[in-house]
Nanobody
Framework: QVQLVESGGGLVQPGDSLRLSCAASGRTFSTYAMGWFRRAPGKEREFVAALSRSGGSTNYADSVKGRFTISRDNAKNTVYLQMNSLNPEDTAVYYC?????????????????WGQGTQVTVSS
């Protein structure tokens, strides 16, 4: 079992940066593949980024590739999402998720644990 709590969301202007954090409970954080998803108003939850257990492998949605970076600190039981060059299309509730997975988990169904979400709003 793992519990996830996101933080770091807020209101920013286009072109700004933001870093989301996701703190995980428990002593087995390093055994989980981690991911970030988002749900924009009126849309389905979509994949943003994924990270392997060791942090050595990553995958990104095309819409965020080159702008977002996912990383983890297993000593702190925390996964991060650094978001640069934000634009209004990035406005959404962002969710952290954990999966008992040996590689990268890229779909919603592969994740068994979810945080409550943090709102990111990009607006001028």
């Amino acid at each position: 079992q793992v519990q996830l709590v996101e933080s770091g969301g807020g209101l920013v202007q286009p072109g700004d940066s933001l870093r989301l954090s996701c703190a995980a409970s428990g002593r087995t954080f390093s055994t989980y593949a981690m991911g970030w998803f988002r749900r924009a108003p009126g849309k389905e939850r979509e994949f943003v980024a994924a990270l392997s257990r060791s942090g050595g492998s990553t995958n990104y949605a095309d819409s965020v590739k080159g702008r977002f970076t996912i990383s983890r600190d297993n000593a702190k039981n925390t996964v991060y999402l650094q978001m640069n060059s934000l634009n209004p299309e990035d406005t959404a509730v962002y969710y952290c998720a954990a999966a008992k997975h040996y590689g990268l988990a890229l779909s919603v169904g592969e994740y068994g644990y979810w945080g409550q979400g943090t709102q990111v709003t990009v607006s001028s």
